[in-house]
């Protein structure tokens, strides 16, 4: 194995905005819930540390990570390991930002999504102005929904022009011409997200490259595939990675269909996977809507 791109959601499941289109809002966990969710994190950073192969790593957790210490040190320790290609989380920017000055941002990378309604918009402005400012490589998105597209064009004009602003497609939203099109004068790779990618049969790079790993250490090939794999902790996944086609109908979410490989989101957003930063702006939505 050369390299090995590991999708890590643990049990956390907590967050500190209550979003109307999200199952886990406002939703606390225990202490008990939060020691485990630590100890799980650290167990898998351990493992991380003791590979002889090169790792990248996206934290995808249900709830807000980086409110909690142990995400923060995981996300500068990992950085900091000559073997970890790329390390990087989903986040809503809610925590301070002070504590990337102690990373290695030649290999940290934010995935921020803002949430109208939950954050001033200043605030939520201001953290990623922070980011710019202190070179941290990051993107942000917003979900594309209607009341969400004054915001959205304000955050463009306002962000600067070298970051990446997404839009993920509401689910269960259907999109017209003239709204897909007013979404894609936001982001130029909307088309990419407005509809749900025919999947079956597809070759993907997850279970063989890309796996799904919860805090267990239980291996999928990812979130969307309930089949196991196998363990991290007691290699018994290894022999399970190879090829195979997907076996879902479809595909509607970033985390997954950017493995599809007919869709070549792999040249789209080279050097950028993970944190969903394209290799080039502004250029032409790639070839493969399915």
């Not at 050369?2 to 500190?16: K, V």
């Not at 939703?27 to 020691?35: A, G, K, N, S, V």
């Not at 017209?176 to 993907?204: K, M, N, Q």
């Not at 796996?211 to 309930?226: A, K, Q």
Request: aromatic share 10%.
């Amino acid at each position: 194995m050369e390299h090995l791109t590991i999708l890590y959601r643990g049990p956390l499941s907590s967050c500190d905005y209550d979003c109307p289109y999200c199952p886990f809002a406002k939703r606390r966990d225990t202490p008990e819930q939060l020691r485990a969710d630590r100890a799980a994190l650290e167990r898998f950073t351990d493992w991380v540390s003791r590979q002889d192969h090169r790792v990248s790593v996206l934290f995808t957790p249900w709830g807000e990570g980086l409110v909690r210490s142990w995400y923060r040190r995981a996300l500068t320790d990992l950085s900091h390991m000559p073997h970890v290609e790329r390390v990087a989380i989903q986040t809503n920017l809610s925590h301070r930002v002070a504590w990337t000055s102690g990373a290695d941002l030649a290999r940290l990378a934010l995935w921020a999504t803002y949430h109208p309604g939950q954050v001033p918009y200043d605030r939520f402005l201001g953290r990623c102005l922070e980011l710019a400012e202190r070179g941290v490589r990051f993107s942000v998105g917003i979900v594309g929904l209607p009341e969400h597209l004054d915001a959205a064009r304000r955050l463009r004009a306002d962000l600067p022009a070298g970051t990446y602003l997404w839009v993920n497609a509401a689910e269960g939203h259907v999109y017209d011409d003239a709204e897909a099109d007013l979404w894609t004068g936001i982001d130029p790779l909307f088309p990419v997200s407005r509809h749900p990618h025919r999947s079956r049969g597809l070759a993907c790079r997850t279970g063989e490259t890309v796996v799904s790993v919860d805090g267990d250490g239980t291996v999928r090939r990812c979130h969307f595939v309930p089949a196991v794999l196998g363990n991290l902790y007691d290699g018994s996944f290894r022999d399970a990675l190879k090829p195979r086609p997907c076996p879902n109908d479809t595909c509607d979410c970033h985390i997954g269909y950017v493995h599809l490989v007919p869709l070549g989101l792999y040249d789209t957003f080279a050097g950028g996977v993970l944190e969903r930063i394209p290799a080039l702006f502004g250029s032409a939505v790639p070839e493969g809507r399915r």
